[in-house]
């Protein structure tokens, strides 16, 4: 059995993004190709792992690499309009400075807009 913490934030973010968190999935960050999953997972990881997890539940509801692309975006653009004493919602021991967390959120925005410049035929399965 899989058990999941999941912030308010990513609930609210499904729900206003007409998603719903099933417990069968379309796919895991697994079916991400190593471009993508770098881009994002292994960055958010680098900053704090329960960034990772907000970004690791997405993938869940996607059916493809590039809808995945797409909801990261979105997502990031909801987690950007977060204040500080609201990442209690996502971070559930040490709150980051928020400098670092934006810098986090425009680093894997960046990445994002790499991988969506590599034709999906020409990235690599992990």
Do not use: W
């Not at 308010?8 to 960050?29: P, S, V, Y």
């Not at 697994?30 to 960055?43: C, G, N, P, Q, T």
């Not at 993938?59 to 997502?75: G, M």
Request: hydrophobic share 40%.
């Amino acid at each position: 059995m899989m058990i999941m913490k999941i912030s308010n934030l990513t609930i609210q973010f499904l729900l206003k993004n007409k998603c719903h968190l099933k417990i069968t999935k379309k796919m895991d960050t697994d079916d991400l190709s190593r471009e993508a999953y770098e881009a994002v997972i292994i960055e958010a990881e680098k900053f704090h792992h329960d960034l990772t997890l907000q970004f690791g539940l997405l993938s869940y509801e996607c059916n493809n690499e590039q809808e995945y692309l797409d909801e990261a975006v979105k997502l990031i653009k909801e987690l950007k309009k977060i204040r500080r004493h609201d990442l209690e919602e996502i971070f559930f021991d040490a709150i980051p400075e928020m400098p670092d967390y934006h810098l986090a959120l425009n680093n894997i925005l960046n990445n994002i807009e790499r991988v969506n410049q590599i034709p999906e035929n020409k990235r690599h399965v992990r």
